[in-house]
């Protein structure tokens, strides 16, 4: 691990147009298993990228490297310019200590698949436990920012109820909620509707739906819908055993798939319903 | 002599042993919950020095006898220029035995907490201090209740021991006055009697109190 080198990537990156995210050659291993195999992947500011692929295909993975909560074998991702998951030490790049990866991640916000809302506070709690206590905001302020975001997902009139009183449609809005509290550069949706019982997904596809037609945020989302994905993309990767086997505008992806593979799994799903 | 009489003669002895005993029982109480919890953690810890004081610790005051650590501590360590005044002694030995069974009871409740819980935690940026205090410990809590309600009583039974070091506890204050009277049935039935309700009416119904409160907190009552 001491000899890791890591002198082909740049310190920083520069330049007019600097991407929000950029994965560069990225691999993830689990012993013999390779989970992400030689990753590039560029996201642009205020971008909208939806990744889909059967499981197993490494999608997640994507997210749960760019929240740091899995560490890499190989490569180096950037957000907004800078090294995430490494840190500049005499002029060359090692791995990320922890402390430089919690600021780092601070500029990060995700959603869950079972939105882990904390079950002891309220969805307003919930929503300020970020700003209050580690971007050290005043109470009153960050329960102002908090309420504002709650009216934005439709919770406001749930501010004072805990998770276990709530749907779980209505628990991922406050997770929404709860991570847009941190203002983050970007936004990531693990599969934020597959735990959610049929009739209530809607409300929660509306909510992310706003947010890609009113803010600029950039946003990463795995899912399983294939209808939200066509409508709300920018891009549409698809995801084949740890590559990207196939990227482009939802229009072409899905009406126009170039690749034998994606034609199987889009077909597949389809039948699926 | 009838039993109403025998009380109205020694009853003020019994209260003043069950008042000695409330107290040796609140203090081991709050010792054995310091030491758990920071026992508890110190077995998470990715540091294996730590972990090993940990487990050292736990191994030790769970495998040996309590009876014989309460020894040591009020008669050995003296030895070593480490002298207890014998009501110290006996909530400490008591204490430090149990805080080792809750030590497990705490790594257990720590562990309980949903993995999910930990990743929300780390996604906002917590700090590890925070994440553990503010978010993983008091989930972690409301699953230790119940283990907890059952080793309350059982430290409160162990601590009659401490009146083999002479601390003027009810089983202590019993021991006297059958010395005296040879009313063994009557004195260490009173004993019996006072034991049980103070687990049964007093700990018991504290500990589904708590739990009450604390479901009530995490909104699930």
Redesign the interface.
Known sequence: MMDEDFSQYPLELTGDDIPMVRFSRVSKRYGALTVLDNLDLDVAAGEMITIIGPSGSGKTTVLRML?T?ETINEGVIYVDGKPLTHMEKCGKLVRAD?RYL??M??Q???C?Q?F?????M?ALENCM??PV??LGMKKAAARARSEELLELVGMADKRD?????LSGGQQQRV?IA??LA?RPKVMLFDEVTSALDPEVIGEVTTVIRNLVDKHNLTMLMVTHQMGFAKDISDRVCFFFDGKIEEQNSPEELFSNPQKERTQQFLSAVKEAG | MSYIDFLKEYGHRFLDGTLVTAEQFFLATLLAICIALLAGLMKLSRNRLIRGVAVVYIEFFRGTSLLVQLYWIFFVLPLFGLTFEKFTAGFVAVGMNLGAYGAELVRGGIQSVPKGQWEAAYALSLSPFKRMWRIILPQAFVNMLPPWGNLLIELLKNTALVALISVSDLMFEAKQINGSTFLSAQTFGTALIIYYVLARFVVTPFMRWLERVMRRKLGRA
């Open positions: 929240m909560l922890r919690r600021q991640r601070a990060i916000g995700m869950f079972h882990n809302l904390f079950p002891h309220t436990e970020g206590q580690v109820q805990h998770p276990a009183r997770a709860r991570a941190m």
